[in-house]
């Protein structure tokens, strides 16, 4: 299984950044994705899950500014962010079948991460 995630970027304050994940040898629409995110110093926390038939899950500081969405025929998550603040800045990881607020990877299928800088 692989993972590999894209659209990391720097963004403005204010700005938006979609974050994509494409999947092989793992479907997304039977799986639950995730994304996580560990900014500087800090532990890394879900911020967002997706599961069929498209149950979906944000963290509160997620809610209302960022959409998780898939695209079942590219086999893609995407993370589409909005109203980015610098706290948003951090290294995000796009996950499979990981499951926790924190992150575990004992468990799952992880990516290597895209950096987003918001300043």
């Known amino acids: 299984v692989q993972l590999v995630e894209s659209g990391g970027d720097s963004a403005q304050v204010g700005g938006p950044l979609q974050l994509s994940c494409t999947a092989s040898?793992?479907?997304?629409?039977?799986?639950?994705m995730s994304w996580y995110r560990q900014a500087p110093g800090k532990e890394c926390e879900l911020v967002s899950s997706?599961?069929?038939?498209?149950?979906?899950y944000y963290a509160i500081f997620a809610k209302g500014r960022f959409t998780i969405s898939q695209d079942n025929a590219a086999n893609t998550v995407y993370l589409q962010m909005t109203s980015l603040k610098p706290e948003d800045t951090a290294v995000y990881y796009c996950?499979?079948?990981?499951?926790?607020?924190?992150?575990?990877?004992?468990?799952?299928?992880w990516g290597q991460g895209t950096q987003v800088t918001v300043s």
């Open positions: 997706i599961s069929a038939p498209f149950n979906t």
């Open positions: 996950a499979a079948e990981a499951y926790g607020r924190q992150c575990n990877r004992d468990f799952g299928y």
């Open positions: 040898e793992l479907s997304v629409d039977s799986s639950t």
